[in-house]
Structure formats: structure tokens, C-alpha cells
């Protein structure tokens, strides 16, 4: 599993979130999902992708460089 956390989340403040990703679809550190929670216990929470479109982490471009 990766573990992320959501828009409203603070780091090192607000629990996180426990991601499993579909089989043959795996994670990236910086990929955004849309994930469904399924479970929680105290401040971690479990969940799963909605689809198998992963949206990576726009790329940085130095534009007029």
C-alpha cells in the first residue's frame, strides 16, 4: 500500500490515508487518485481507487528558459 492523505489534510498534524492500488496499476509518489474509504482506525484511513486512471504529478517545465 501507499499512504497519502486528503486536500484538507496538514502534514505531519492530520492522520493519513492507506492507499491499495488496483493489480498492475501501482502508485507513484505524487500520483493524485480518487480514493474511496473503506475502513478506519483512529487516525489512519484505509482505501481504494475509484477507477484505474491514475493522474500523475503535472510536469514542472522552466518555460523561456
Do not use: W
Amino acid at each position: 500500500p501507499r499512504f497519502g492523505r486528503t486536500y484538507r489534510d496538514a502534514p505531519d498534524i492530520d492522520g493519513r490515508v492507506e492507499v491499495f492500488s488496483h493489480a498492475g496499476h501501482p502508485l507513484k509518489t505524487g500520483d493524485f487518485v480518487k480514493v474511496r474509504i473503506t475502513g478506519a482506525a483512529g487516525y489512519l484511513r484505509k482505501g481504494v481507487p475509484l477507477s484505474e486512471k491514475i493522474c500523475s504529478t503535472p510536469q514542472r517545465t522552466t518555460a523561456g528558459k
